[in-house]
């Protein structure tokens, strides 16, 4: 299964709200699709999992939706510490990774 | 807490071998599949090898496959990625991460901080 994330960056300024694609190229089963963010410097970050389903202590701000191909992770009202690159997976069968969105300072 | 520090980092000429390994801590680690995720300079997350929380089955990226083993030692805690014939494009920050479960299918809902590995002559 190939991944493939949209846009390649986004420009937005604090306050606005992010929508990330993530595109497979096969259905992915029983919404087995993870979001994760990294930052330079640091450890990748669990958001989504389950394609909508919050991790442990992810802001509310954070939502995941989508089925089959098409999955959106969605930030609402971008915070300081949300510009950062954000990644797909899909866990099911292949653990493939999106090339990544970088959600950058306008 | 769970808590993954990685080690063992460093740099190789190419050809030569390195050992990561990964010291976990927090949580029961024979009850969870572990993976070992890499990023390489300007890339984005790519998965590179996988063990069941035995330790008895294992699986590989097809860059890496023949060239890179994965082992754990559940009674040290402690996760392994032994690489050997490396090449200049394995360069790469190394991450150690926690699955979600003992099996399939899981996402990693923990991560180590990363080891730097550099393959140059």
């Known amino acids: 299964i190939v991944l493939t994330q949209s846009p390649g960056t986004l420009s937005l300024s604090p306050g606005e709200r992010a929508t990330l694609s993530c595109r497979a190229s096969q259905s992915i089963s029983s919404g087995y699709l993870a979001w994760y963010q990294h930052k330079p410097g640091q450890a990748p970050r669990l958001l989504i999992y389950?394609?909508?389903t919050r991790a442990t202590g992810i802001p509310d701000r954070f939502s995941g939706s989508g089925s089959e191909t098409d999955f959106t992770l969605t930030i609402n009202r971008l915070e300081p510490e949300d510009f950062a690159v954000y990644y797909c997976?899909?866990?099911?069968?292949?653990?493939?990774f999106g090339q990544g969105t970088k959600v950058e300072i306008k | 807490e769970v808590q993954l520090l990685g080690s063992g980092g460093g740099l190789v000429q190419p050809g030569g071998s390195l050992s990561l390994s990964c010291a976990a801590s927090g949580f029961t680690s024979n009850n969870y599949a572990m993976s070992w995720v890499r990023q390489g300079p300007g890339q984005g997350l790519e998965w590179v090898a996988a063990?069941?929380?035995?330790?008895?089955?294992?699986w590989y990226a097809d860059s890496v496959k023949v060239r890179f083993t994965i082992s754990r030692d559940n009674s040290k805690n402690t996760l392994f990625l032994h690489m050997d014939s490396l090449r200049v494009d394995d360069t790469a920050m190394y991450y150690c991460?926690?699955?979600?479960?003992?099996?399939?299918?899981?996402?990693?809902?923990?991560w180590g901080q990363g080891i730097l590995v550099t393959v140059s002559s």
């Open positions: 063990i069941a929380a035995g330790g008895f089955a294992a």
């Open positions: 997976q899909e866990y099911g069968s292949s653990r493939t």
């Open positions: 991460a926690k699955g979600s479960t003992g099996h399939r299918p899981y996402y990693f809902d923990h």
């Open positions: 389950g394609a909508s």
